[in-house]
DNA sequence: TTCAGTGCAAACCGTTTGCACTAGA
DNA sequence: TCTAGTGCAAACGGTTTGCACTGAA
C-alpha cells in the first residue's frame, strides 16, 4: 500500500465526516504504513516521534471515531487481551502468525464463493448469520517477508 | 449436555492430572452448564451462591490450569475485551450472537473437508496454516430458544 | 468565534500476582 | 505430612473518562 500524502489523507477524514486535526492525519497514516494490523499502543509509539506531544488517550479517541466513521475496523488478537484495527473494512479473512502475533488480511473471492454456496444449501434453525470471517492460524515461514496467497 | 455428577466431575479432574477440590469441581460444573462459552465472571456469579467463600481469583487459577490441562480453550469475544472458555477442545467452528453475545459451537464435519480440499490446492508462499477456524456472526431469530444446523 | 478535538491524569475493569493459610492426596 | 490449591488484597495493563485548553472550520 502506498502511503497516501498529507492531502490525500486529509481528504479521507473530512469524507468521512471528521476534522483532520494534525493528530488525526498523523494517526490515520500510521494505521496505513504499520503491518498486520496495529494495538493503539504501536500506533501511539508510530506517531510519537514526529508528534510528541500526541498523547495515548487521543490516540484511542481517535481510534474511536474512525471506526465510527466506517474507516476503520476492530478486529480481536489471538488472546483476546488487546485491540488491533484493520484499515480494510471490506470484509475478508485473516491468518494468525503465532511466531510474530501478526494479523495478515487475506482476500479470496473463490473462497468467498464457495462459502456462499455452501451456506445457500446449508442453513442454521434460528439464526441469521450476516458474515463469515476464516481464521487462519499458522506461522510465517521466513519472518521478515510478507505472506501471499498462491 | 447432560450436566454430569460430583463423581464423574471429580473424575475427570483427576484423568486430566488435576488435584479434585471443591471449588474446581463447582467451577467445571459450571463451565458445563452454562450456555454460549461463560466469561470468568459469569462462571463465579454462577458458582458463588452455593459455594460463597470461592473467590474471583481462584476462579481464573482454575480456569488456567484447566486450559493447561487441555480440558478447555480459550477463545476471544467478537469485542476482544474479555476472554471466554469453550469445554469443547475439539476443532470447530463458532456463531457469534451479536444480540446475546452468545458464542454457538458449530461442528460440521462437511464444511471441515471442505476447507482442507481448497486449501489442499491453494496454498500460501511464506505460511504455514495449521488450524482454520469460521466466524459466523448474525443474529438469533429467537434469543430463548437453541441454534441448531439444519 | 465556536465547538469538536486534544492532553493530561485519574478512574475503570478484566486479569494476574504474592503470600499466608487450607485441604486433598 | 506435604505441597498444590485457596482467599484475599494489592498490582497490572489496556482502555475510558472528566475537564480545562486549543485549533480547525
Redesign the pocket.
Known amino acids: 500500500m502506498p502511503a497516501p500524502n498529507r492531502d490525500q489523507l486529509h481528504q479521507r477524514l473530512?469524507d468521512a465526516g471528521?476534522?483532520?486535526?494534525?493528530?488525526?492525519i498523523a494517526i490515520l497514516e500510521a494505521l496505513l504504513v504499520l503491518p498486520g494490523h496495529p494495538?493503539?499502543?504501536q500506533v501511539f509509539r508510530s506517531v510519537r516521534p514526529a508528534n510528541p506531544?500526541?498523547?495515548?488517550?487521543?490516540v484511542?479517541?481517535?481510534l474511536?471515531?474512525f471506526v465510527a466513521a466506517g474507516l476503520l475496523k476492530r478486529v480481536a488478537d489471538a488472546d483476546g487481551?488487546?485491540?488491533r484495527y484493520d484499515t480494510d473494512c471490506s470484509n475478508h479473512h485473516h491468518l494468525f502468525c503465532q511466531e510474530t502475533q501478526e494479523i495478515i488480511d487475506y482476500c479470496d473471492p473463490k473462497l468467498d464463493q464457495l462459502l456462499q454456496e455452501f451456506f445457500a444449501s446449508r442453513g442454521f434453525d434460528n439464526f441469521q448469520p450476516h458474515s463469515f470471517s476464516l481464521h487462519i492460524s499458522g506461522n510465517k515461514l521466513d519472518t521478515r517477508k510478507d505472506v501471499k496467497p498462491r
Do not use: F, I, N
Open positions: 473530512t471528521l476534522r483532520a486535526t494534525q493528530q488525526r494495538t493503539a499502543e506531544t500526541v498523547s495515548l488517550g487521543t484511542y479517541k481517535a474511536d471515531s487481551t488487546r485491540r
